[in-house]
């Protein structure tokens, strides 16, 4: 059973940069057909999907958090990471990694963007952006 696991500072100063790790155990990080995800909750919100990283290191990002966004991985350590630039008090949430079956839509595979794809996940970590 695969298992997901963040960790990274709770709390951020504005403006700066949010950085998160997971670590991912009782699977192989590159098997094929998975995509590897961040999803987020702010207070009193719905679910919101950041971005993924396919087994291949391919990335796909939400258009309205591609520019301040990066993911990456580490395959020795079997973690991926999420960078988010620029942040403010509204990218206070509890950020989630997780793990999703990549989609397939003409001849390219890609990271799913409903959090409801995503079947395996981490317990979540909050991060607050202080103003």
């Known amino acids: 059973q695969v298992q997901l696991q963040e960790s990274g500072p709770g709390l951020v100063k504005n403006s700066q940069t949010l950085s998160l790790t997971c670590t991912v155990s009782?699977?192989?990080?590159?098997?094929?057909?998975?995509?590897w995800g961040w999803i987020r909750q702010p207070p009193g919100k719905g679910l919101e999907w950041i971005g993924g990283?396919?087994?291949?290191?391919?990335?796909d990002y939400s258009p309205s958090l591609k520019s301040r966004t990066t993911i990456s991985r580490d395959t020795s350590k079997n973690q991926f990471s999420l960078q988010l630039s620029s942040v403010t008090p509204e990218d206070t949430a509890v950020y989630y990694c997780?793990?999703?079956?990549?989609?397939?839509?003409?001849?390219?595979?890609?990271?799913?963007?409903?959090?409801?794809?995503?079947?395996?996940w981490g317990q979540g970590t909050q991060v607050t952006v202080s103003s």
């Open positions: 997780a793990r999703a079956r990549m989609k397939y839509r003409g001849g390219v595979y890609y990271s799913p963007d409903d959090p409801v794809d995503y079947n395996n």
């Open positions: 990283i396919l087994y291949d290191g391919r990335t």
């Open positions: 009782g699977g192989s990080f590159t098997t094929q057909y998975y995509a």
